[in-house]
């Protein structure tokens, strides 16, 4: 269905299939909120079938996650300037195919690596759904339909832990652990025609370039300070993957301050420091991280 209403300053103008797009790009982006949670629960089993070390185990929560962070800020630039609609729905076919190579991995690194898949289109689906929001919803109906989103991903996290431990033991098909995986298919199928049909293209028309040189440094200093972390103590803490965290930290810090001091013309900044003077949303910050960082860690 095409967007039944015009943008203006990107914005739709009381588009009346709201709610319903609202309630298919929730549905979607349900796979990711799942998806942080319904692997834990199936770990024992797939280090069985798979014969993954605990590092590898590890690296099939902290793949998805990490590839979740490093691309979440530049796909909503790319939303922006592409469209949301269009990023979304490659976001929910990239996340559906990748389940299933998830799901026919022979070996840690096949899955280690589909996971990675998985975490860049959930991060392509995420600010599509945040910014078309806002786009359809004024007023009082856009706290309603962020307060719905906030308690369907307080729901999915939770659900995601007993549909894991519910999918591996029934053992479907003789699937075993891979269904937690082949249970994303349908739900990808199903959303990708309604998207389709019911969610409205929006943008922004002033949007700037994405920084893909920015989202590149932060991609590296991600992986350079996660990967100290999750093999250091497997390897000895040799005296490199000290350097290495460093030189994460480092370029954390050097992609915050050329951000905030040096903006490029006709390019959309990467992070926005100055977010955090709002109180609200230090507070709204200082509640998810500490969630988020919990949610990835999982007991082998």
């Known amino acids: 269905m095409e967007a039944m209403a015009t943008a203006v300053q990107g914005r739709i103008q009381r588009y009346p299939g709201r709610w319903l797009a609202a309630a298919v790009m929730i549905g979607a982006a349900t796979m990711d909120l799942i998806d942080?949670?319904?692997?834990?629960?199936?770990?024992?089993?797939?280090?069985?079938?798979?014969?993954?070390?605990?590092?590898?185990?590890?690296?099939?929560?902290?793949a998805y996650m990490l590839a979740f962070a490093a691309a979440l800020i530049v796909s909503g630039s790319f939303g922006d300037l592409l469209g949301r609609k269009r990023v979304f729905i490659a976001g929910i076919a990239t996340f559906g195919i990748a389940s299933l190579a998830a799901g026919l991995s022979q070996t840690p690194d096949e899955l280690i690596a589909a996971r990675v898949v998985q975490g860049v289109a959930a991060?392509?689906?995420?600010?599509?759904?945040?910014?078309t929001f806002r786009s359809i919803f004024d007023g009082e109906e856009?706290?309603?339909?962020?307060?719905?989103?906030?308690?369907?991903?307080?729901?999915?996290?939770?659900?995601?832990?007993?549909?894991?431990?519910?999918?591996?033991?029934?053992?479907?098909?003789?699937?075993?652990?891979?269904?937690?995986?082949?249970?994303?298919?349908?739900?990808?199928?199903?959303?990708?025609?309604?998207?389709?049909?019911?969610?409205?293209?929006?943008?922004?028309?002033?949007?700037?370039?994405?920084?893909?040189?920015?989202?590149?440094?932060?991609?590296?200093?991600?992986?350079?300070?996660?990967?100290?972390?999750?093999?250091?103590?497997?390897?000895?803490?040799?005296?490199?993957?000290?350097i290495m965290f460093a030189a994460g930290v480092g370029a954390l810090v050097v992609l915050v301050t050329f951000t905030e001091r040096r903006p490029r013309a006709?390019?959309?900044?990467?992070?926005?420091?100055?977010?955090?003077?709002?109180?609200?949303?230090?507070?709204?910050?200082?509640?998810?991280?500490?969630f988020l960082a919990t949610t990835g860690r999982s007991s082998i």
């Not at 024992?44 to 993954?52: E, H, N, S, Y």
């Not at 962020?146 to 729901?155: D, E, K, M, N």
């Open 36 to 62: 942080l949670t319904i692997v834990n629960v199936a770990l024992p089993t797939i280090r069985t079938d798979l014969g993954a070390s605990g590092t590898q185990l590890e690296w099939v929560i902290s």
């Open 123 to 131: 991060a392509a689906m995420i600010p599509q759904l945040l910014g």
């Open 142 to 242: 856009r706290g309603k339909v962020f307060g719905l989103y906030g308690a369907v991903l307080g729901f999915a996290s939770a659900i995601g832990l007993v549909l894991g431990g519910v999918l591996t033991e029934a053992d479907l098909f003789g699937w075993g652990w891979r269904t937690v995986f082949f249970v994303n298919i349908p739900v990808a199928l199903v959303s990708l025609v309604a998207a389709i049909r019911v969610v409205p293209e929006s943008s922004d028309p002033e949007a700037g370039r994405p920084d893909l040189a920015g989202a590149g440094l932060l991609a590296g200093a991600i992986v350079a300070i996660a990967y100290p972390l999750l093999e250091g103590r497997s390897l000895g803490w040799p005296a490199w993957t000290w």
């Open 266 to 290: 006709g390019v959309a900044p990467l992070l926005r420091t100055r977010m955090f003077r709002i109180p609200a949303f230090s507070a709204a910050c200082s509640t998810v991280i500490p």
